[in-house]
């Protein structure tokens, strides 16, 4: 059967998320499996779900000293890089310029009609 499965990304996200807790731990081709399919379904997640996965694993690692085998250890250290850069797309760094220490406002600016670089 071919065609497209609708499904809710709450129900998505939550059946990754066990499939998450199932692999950690595991040896065997599910690791990888799951890491994959985070990474496919990545707009489903929340930040905090990307801090969860980061945390979980290195709490794991904490506990028991390994993550697997050499494949599975690479399967979650690169899940672990991906969620630490959705993280890091969520946010923006901007430049405060405050009054009264020599800089102008973002409105004292724009009356003055220049651009704030």
Same mark, same amino acid.
């Given at each position: 059967m071919k065609g497209d499965i609708l499904i809710r990304k709450e129900d998505l996200r +939550?059946?990754? +998320? =066990?499939?998450?807790?199932?692999? +950690?731990?595991?040896?065997?081709?599910?690791?990888?499996?799951t890491t994959d399919?985070?990474?496919?379904?990545?707009?489903v997640f929340r930040e905090w779900d990307w801090k969860l996965f980061i945390k979980e694993i290195n709490q794991y690692?904490?506990?028991?000293?390994? +993550?697997?085998?050499?494949c599975d250890e690479a399967n979650w250290n690169e899940l672990k890089m991906f =969620?630490?850069?959705?993280i890091d797309e969520l946010y923006i760094k901007i430049k405060i310029k405050s009054p009264g220490f020599g800089y102008t406002s973002i409105a004292q600016d724009k009356k003055r009609g220049k651009l704030i670089p």
């Open positions: +939550l059946t990754l +998320l =066990a499939c998450f807790r199932y692999s +950690l731990g595991r040896r065997t081709y599910i690791v990888g499996h399919m985070i990474k496919q379904y990545e707009r690692y904490k506990d028991f000293e390994t +993550l697997g085998d050499k =969620a630490e850069q959705k």
